[in-house]
Structures are given as C-alpha cells and as structure tokens.
Nanobody, 122 residues
C-alpha cells in the first residue's frame, strides 16, 4: 500500500505561482512512477505531469509544458509540482498519483491522493 497526501493548493491571481507537494509513504520504490493529474469542474480528470522517483521519464501535458515543473526530494519522499504563469483554465483539483506502470492515463494509476484545490482568478 502507498499513501499520498497533497498540500499547497489555494487561490492565486492569473500570472502567479503555486507549489504543490505530495508526501508519499508506504511501499514506494525508485522504479515507481509519480505524477499529477487534475480535474476541473464538469470535466474529466486529465494528466498533467509525471516521472520516476529516480527522476527519469519526465513528461508533461502540452497545456502545462514550459510553465509547470515536477521535481522530488527523495530524502523527504515528497514530489512537488511548481506551477508558474498560472491561467484561469488551470483551476482544478490537483491529484497526486503513483503506479508501477507509466502513468499518463487514469486507468494506469494504482494509488491516488485526496486532491488539493487550485483556483486561479482572472
């Protein structure tokens, strides 16, 4: 079992920045993929970014490429999502996810966090 706890969401103006954190505990592994998804009101959950605990296989959704950065602190078992140049369309609940499979689609995710709300005002 793996437990994921997100934090760092909030309200920010367009053009601002936020950093989300995801603390992992339980049976994690350097070969596991860690990632972020988001779900806006009335929309399906979508992929945002992912990599492995070892830092490889980094991949971003086109909509966030160049603005968001996924990173990690292995000593703290924590993954971060630095979000810059935020837009109102980035408003969503952001979920941390992990899996032994490459995670770019929902069905490949094995464990989810509870989510953290990000609201970007125009």
């Amino acid at each position: 079992q793996v437990q994921l706890v997100e934090s760092g969401g909030g309200l920010v103006q367009a053009g601002g920045s936020l950093r989300l954190s995801c603390a992992a505990s339980g049976r994690t592994s350097s070969s596991y993929y860690m990632g972020w998804f988001r779900q806006a009101p009335g929309k399906e959950r979508e992929f945002v970014a992912r990599f492995t605990w070892s830092g490889g296989m980094t991949y971003y959704a086109e909509s966030v490429k160049g603005r968001f950065t996924i990173s990690r602190d292995n000593a703290k078992n924590t993954v971060y999502l630095q979000m810059n140049s935020l837009k109102p369309e980035d408003t969503a609940v952001y979920y941390c996810a992990t899996s032994r499979k490459i995670i770019t689609i929902i069905r490949d995710v094995e464990y989810w966090g509870q989510g953290t709300q990000v609201t970007v005002s125009s």
